[in-house]
């Protein structure tokens, strides 16, 4: 199965980088010819463009919850953020939306897609390094991401 | 781009001409991916499906499913080439690696050249169809084009925007214009003369900054020619400009102001179709880039001798004038920065674009309804700004709250989406 892991982020933005960084840890650990790695910046219509042609993919990137702990980690679906349609910044689409254009007009988007968020405290400081319990969380979601692979290979 | 520019302003050095070209070649294809998504994703759902629609099916979802799947296809194609492009030339669309002081940091082959070449063509295409559809959803409809043209949308400002030697539009390099809401020209000046003509006002309630003309004053958040509130966009660029550059964008150009009624044009709702025009000059002038067969020359960088001290490039970012300013010590190490961005210059106008639509839209006979929101939101998304534009966001929201008082003071309705 064609994998993609991509870890979405701003890797100088303190927490916002903790995608980047499962991504690279992971990254370091993973061999396999049908596993990609990657990292980005990037986000709406531009994902769609990262996706197209794996048959799985996984996805990381930091998230903030009204009542979320920082350092816990959702593994979460598409599904959880169709709620939302409507426009996330005057610039692009959000994600949801992104991902149904990609169904629609029969783009070859992966079959499965897994999201893995983990809960950040700080995304407004300058910073390459995540905050503590952030970066606690960082090892324990590298390997819920390797067992989820083992179980599925 | 302007970063570039401001690095070779600091190290005192001028490209040559295959890195200008090359840089020029991915500035037009970073103008398309931009424009396309603009267009398609956040301007066309009001049109296309309607200002007042119901807000599930107003995105671009609902676009394809009224003008064909095979549109989307073709949007998400062309914003992909021009990213594959941007990509090639320097090593990655989004945060790219490959401007340097006096150039590029790598020259490209002949099959590049092709490969842009051949993308290029497609992308003139593409731009003619999306311009022909603002023609035949938008222009073709009276209450549209009325909703365009009508007062709650329109506001006289000073606009500003860069032009060439001939006073035609340039997103790369040229001499900064200002015109005054009659379309005079009132000044003309080399980015590194920023400061004698731009200055900015704080309010204690805003942490952005409120850039004006320096010789006409802040006036306060008020319109015509006594206010030194200016705004840049793709109008702001057509109106400042004498025309475009390349053919088949001056024959829009033209038929633009035509329709409008003249120079400059006002209505803020036609940034939208400004940015079409844009589109296709981008393509336009892509093509001919990628035709030039200099830009293959291996000599793609000057290497800086001077010592480094100061500098300021400026370009058009699409959504308008972007200056970077840099003060570095005798290492090159940045000791300070000064960045006016293209929302910054636009917040003053913002604010009042915003006011007008809701005193516009808010009649004391008339119901309120959710569409209002959209339509208040209209007036600042035609800005196309960056202040709520995060790195990324999953769920993403953009939160909007409209508060109706009455004679009294008194709140008697309030409007909201996605607030916290």
């Known amino acids: 199965m064609k994998t993609l892991i991509l870890g979405l982020g701003n890797p100088i933005l303190s927490d916002d980088g903790v995608g980047n960084r499962i991504a690279q840890e992971l990254g370091n650990r993973i061999s396999s010819q049908d596993i990609t790695v990657e990292e980005t910046s990037m986000s709406g219509l531009s994902l769609l463009d990262l996706l197209v042609g794996y048959d799985r993919a996984i996805i990381v990137d930091a998230i903030q919850t009204t009542n979320g702990k920082a350092g816990q980690i959702y593994r979460l679906t598409p599904e959880a953020f169709n709620d939302t349609r409507h426009a996330s910044s005057p610039h692009d689409v959000n994600f949801a939306t992104a991902l149904e254009l990609g169904h629609r007009i029969g783009m070859p988007m992966p079959g499965q897609i897994t999201i893995y968020a983990v809960e950040v405290a700080d995304t407004s400081n300058f910073s390459e390094k995540c905050t503590p319990k952030v970066r606690k969380a960082i090892p324990k979601c590298v390997n819920m991401i390797l067992s989820e692979l083992n179980e599925n290979h | ?420």
């Not at chain 2, 050095?13 to 070209?21: L, Q, R, S, Y």
């Not at chain 2, 062309?78 to 690696?97: C, E, F, L, M």
Request: with cysteine; charged share 25%; proline share 6%.
């Open chain 2, 1 to 420: 781009m302007a970063s570039c520019k401001a690095t070779d302003a600091v190290f005192h050095v001028d490209p040559p001409p295959a890195g200008k070209k090359l840089r020029e070649a991915f500035y037009c294809a970073h103008y398309i991916h931009s424009h396309i998504a603009h267009f398609y994703a956040l301007a066309a759902p009001d049109f296309v499906m309607g200002p007042t629609s119901d807000p599930a099916q107003r995105n671009i979802l609902g676009v394809i499913s009224k003008v064909g799947l095979q549109i989307g296809g073709e949007v998400i194609k062309h914003r992909a080439y021009a990213q594959s492009i941007q990509a090639s030339i320097a090593g990655k669309a989004t945060h790219p690696v490959g401007g340097v002081p006096g150039g590029m940091s790598k020259p490209i082959t002949e099959e590049q050249r092709k490969d842009f070449e051949e993308k290029a063509k497609s992308c003139v295409e593409f731009s003619k169809f999306s311009l022909k559809l603002f023609n035949d959803v938008v222009l073709s409809n009276k209450d549209y084009l009325n909703l365009i043209t009508g007062p709650i949308y329109t506001m006289k400002s000073y606009y500003m925007g860069m032009v060439d030697s001939n006073n035609k539009v340039n997103f790369y390099e040229g001499d900064i214009r200002v015109v005054d809401p009659e379309g005079k020209e009132v000044a003309k000046f080399k980015p590194a003369q920023y400061l004698e003509y731009i200055a900015e006002h704080t309010e204690p309630w805003s942490y952005l900054k409120f850039p004006f003309l320096k010789k006409v004053g802040w006036k306060g958040f008020v319109e015509g020619k006594d206010s030194g509130i200016y705004r840049v966009s793709p109008l702001a660029r057509l109106n400042v400009a004498d025309g475009m550059a390349t053919p088949l964008a001056q024959a829009e150009y033209d038929k633009l102001f035509k329709t409008l009624g003249g120079k400059p044009a006002h209505a803020t709702l036609a940034f939208h179709w400004a940015r079409l025009v844009e589109l296709l000059y981008a393509s336009e002038r892509l093509l001919e880039l990628c035709k030039d067969k200099e830009i293959t020359d291996p000599k793609v960088r000057t290497i800086p001798t001077a010592t480094p001290d100061e500098g300021v490039g400026i370009v058009e970012a699409p959504r308008g004038t972007l200056i970077h300013h840099y003060q570095t010590d005798k290492n090159g190490i940045l000791t300070k920065a000064n960045l006016i961005v293209a929302t910054a210059h636009n917040y003053p106008a913002m604010q009042m674009s915003i006011k007008k639509a809701a005193q516009g839209l808010i009649k004391k006979t008339k119901d309120v309804q959710e569409g209002l929101l959209n339509m208040v939101e209209m007036a600042f998304r035609a800005y196309d700004p960056c202040s709520a534009c995060a790195t990324h966001t999953l769920p993403g929201q953009m939160p909007l709250e409209v508060v109706i008082y009455n004679s009294r003071g008194e709140v008697i309705e309030t409007l909201s989406q996605n607030l916290r």
